[in-house]
T-cell receptor, first 112, second 117 residues
Framework: AQSVTQLDSQVPVFEEAPVELRCNYSSSVSVYLFWYVQYPNQGLQLLLKYLSGSTLVKGINGFEAEFNKSQTSFHLRKPSVHISDTAEYFCAVSGVGNQFYFGTGTSLTVIP | ETGVTQTPRHLVMGMTNKKSLKCEQHLGHNAMYWYKQSAKKPLELMFVYSLEERVENNSVPSRFSPECPNSSHLFLHLHTLQPEDSALYLC????????????????FGPGTRLTVL
């Protein structure tokens, strides 16, 4: 079975500061990893995904994530956040079959 | 219109009502999904359709009944719901035509906020 854990439910950070949103997964098979963002009153939008190859993945809006197989992690980072980054962030994993597993989400609040 | 649209955006219904949620994708995708998003819980994948055939049904109660008449439209028919069914229902689509395609990027609609009284 596969699962995703997002350790932080809320992350407040000052504008222009760096941020890291943590994601750990468990799986006995090869997985594909995703980060999605959800702005208020909107659906989820893909930020980035790891399928294979380089473990450092760059996405939209200046975000990047690093796949660490030994630590079963896929943490999301941004070196300098903006007010507009305030949103809910979801880590997800997929693998065998048609299943996608999402974490519970991390609410990022950027403080002016 | 572009992307994935959902109607209605908000719905309030009694436990004895029958209603339907509609999803439409304008992306030419082959797979469509229904998710349930409840506060403080992970998104729950409910149903997956690939080329109009249901390929996944994750032990969803029978009071939820999906319908996919063509690759662009997906419905979720609701009847005799319970208050705990109140949630945001999200529709998504992806390119994959092989039973969902787990590498696919999913494109989500804005959701329908459902309240069951």
């Amino acid at each position: 079975a596969q699962s995703v854990t997002q350790l932080d439910s809320q992350v407040p950070v000052f504008e222009e500061a760096p941020v890291e949103l943590r994601c750990n997964y468990s799986s006995s098979v090869s997985v594909y990893l995703f980060w999605y963002v959800q702005y208020p009153n909107q659906g989820l939008q893909l930020l980035l995904k790891y399928l294979s190859g380089s473990t450092l993945v760059k996405g939209i809006n200046g975000f990047e994530a690093e796949f660490n197989k030994s630590q079963t992690s896929f943490h999301l980072r941004k070196p300098s956040v903006h007010i507009s980054d305030t949103a809910e962030y979801f880590c997800a994993v997929s693998g065998v079959g048609n299943q996608f597993y999402f974490g519970t989400g991390t609410s990022l609040t950027v403080i002016p | 219109e572009t992307g994935v649209t959902q109607t209605p955006r908000h719905l309030v219904m009694g436990m004895t009502n029958k209603k339907s949620l509609k999803c439409e994708q304008h992306l030419g995708h082959n797979a469509m999904y229904w998710y349930k998003q409840s506060a403080k819980k992970p998104l729950e994948l409910m149903f997956v359709y690939s080329l109009e055939e249901r390929v996944e049904n994750n032990s969803v109660p029978s009071r939820f009944s999906p319908e996919c008449p063509n690759s662009s439209h997906l419905f979720l028919h609701l009847h005799t719901l319970q208050p705990e069914d109140s949630a945001l229902y999200l529709c998504a689509s992806s390119q994959g035509h092989l039973a969902g395609g787990s590498t696919d990027t999913q494109y989500f609609g804005p959701g329908t906020r459902l309240t069951v009284l």
